[in-house]
Nanobody, 123 residues
Framework: QVQLVESGGGLVQAGDSLRLSCDASGRTLSNWNMGWFRQAPGKEREFVARSSRDGIITYARSSVKGRFTISRDDANTKVYLQMDRLAPDDTAVYYC????????????????WGQGTPVTVSS
């Protein structure tokens, strides 16, 4: 079992940057595929980015590509989502997820989730 805790969200202005963190409480994530999802008010949760345990990184086919960067720390106990040039449409609760075997975009197939961290981008 993996317990995930997100942090780093907040209220920012359009054009600002934020870095979200996902902490596994010191547990190594080297064997886990890690993903970031987000859920905007009134919308379904959607895939943002993933870092597979094999080192493959994929981003959503949307405006996040080129602005968001997913990475892991050297100890492989944390996963980050660097978000640059934020826009009001990026306003959402951002969730970290972990899966041993699944690397797709369907949220229902990821094994573990954090509680989410809210991001609000004002215009």
């Amino acid at each position: 079992q993996v317990q995930l805790v997100e942090s780093g969200g907040g209220l920012v202005q359009a054009g600002d940057s934020l870095r979200l963190s996902c902490d596994a409480s010191g547990r190594t994530l080297s064997n886990w595929n890690m993903g970031w999802f987000r859920q905007a008010p009134g919308k379904e949760r959607e895939f943002v980015a993933r870092s597979s345990r094999d080192g493959i990184i994929t981003y959503a086919r949307s405006s996040v590509k080129g602005r968001f960067t997913i990475s892991r720390d050297d100890a492989n106990t944390k996963v980050y989502l660097q978000m640059d040039r934020l826009a009001p449409d990026d306003t959402a609760v951002y969730y970290c997820a972990a899966s041993l075997f699944y690397v797709g975009e369907s949220m229902n197939r990821w094994d573990y989730w954090g509680q989410g961290t809210p991001v609000t981008v004002s215009s």
